[in-house]
T-cell receptor, first 115, second 112 residues
Framework: AQTVTQSQPEMSVQEAETVTLSCTYD???????LFWYKQPPSRQMILVIR??????QNATENRFSVNFQKAAKSFSLKISDSQLGDTAMYFC????????????FGKGMKLTVNP | EPEVTQTPSHQVTQMGQEVILRCVPI?????FYWYRQILGQKVEFLVS????????KSEIFDDQFSVERPDGSNFTLKIRSTKLEDSAMYFC??????????FGSGTRLTVV
């Protein structure tokens, strides 16, 4: 069974600084995807970034980038130039290809960006 | 950009009542899902649906729950006799190829 662990329940950062959110996962599969979702107070689930496990290159999306360490089963999210609008819950999730391809989520981490 | 639409955004119901949560997935997606998030907790998988049948369901998805795709566009989650612990955000999602999930904005269900 897949598991996703986010060990930091809460973090804060000053506006314009860089912050890294950690995530580890466990799977016995070879083909999978990893995701970071943002959940603002509206509680909508917004995809931030995704990484295909077979790709060695770390995904980037504007101010968001990941550090994907496949052997260590680690998938951290780096947010550069933090903005007030980045304040939200962040969930790490994994998806195994094949079968129903359900998402397995971590417990989430609350990020607060301070002015 | 295509969206997954959920209605209603908020539903309040009395314990023991039946509720139906509605979703319109993205039109060319083939895989449909319901997830649940109890306040302050992580998002949990409930059920996946493909080719007009359930492909996987979690332990949470007991006999009180059912899903249906009554026509070509809607995808519904029914809870037959709601309990207080069913209070949560319910997210519908649909998926195309390549792991591309899209979530709806959720329905907040409050059971009183």
């Amino acid at each position: 069974a897949q598991t996703v662990t986010q060990s930091q329940p809460e973090m804060s950062v000053q506006e314009a600084e860089t912050v890294t959110l950690s995530c580890t996962y466990d799977t016995s599969e070879n083909n999978y995807y990893l995701f970071w979702y943002k959940q603002p107070p509206s509680r909508q689930m917004i995809l931030v970034i995704r990484q295909e496990a077979y790709k060695q290159q770390n995904a980037t999306e504007n101010r968001f980038s990941v550090n994907f360490q496949k052997a260590a089963k680690s998938f951290s999210l780096k947010i550069s130039d933090s903005q007030l609008g980045d304040t939200a819950m962040y969930f790490c999730a994994s998806l195994t290809q094949g079968g129903s391809e359900k998402l397995v989520f971590g417990k989430g981490m609350k990020l607060t960006v301070n002015p | 950009e295509p969206e997954v639409t959920q209605t209603p955004s908020h539903q309040v119901t009395q314990m023991g009542q039946e509720v139906i949560l509605r979703c319109v997935p993205i039109s060319n997606h083939l895989y449909f899902y319901w997830y649940r998030q109890i306040l302050g907790q992580k998002v949990e998988f409930l059920v996946s649906f493909y080719n007009n049948e359930i492909s996987e369901k979690s332990e949470i998805f007991d006999d009180q729950f059912s899903v249906e795709r009554p026509d070509g566009s809607n995808f519904t989650l029914k809870i037959r006799s709601t309990k207080l612990e069913d209070s949560a955000m319910y997210f519908c999602a649909s998926r195309g190829g390549g792991g591309g999930y899209t979530f709806g904005s959720g329905t907040r269900l409050t059971v009183v």
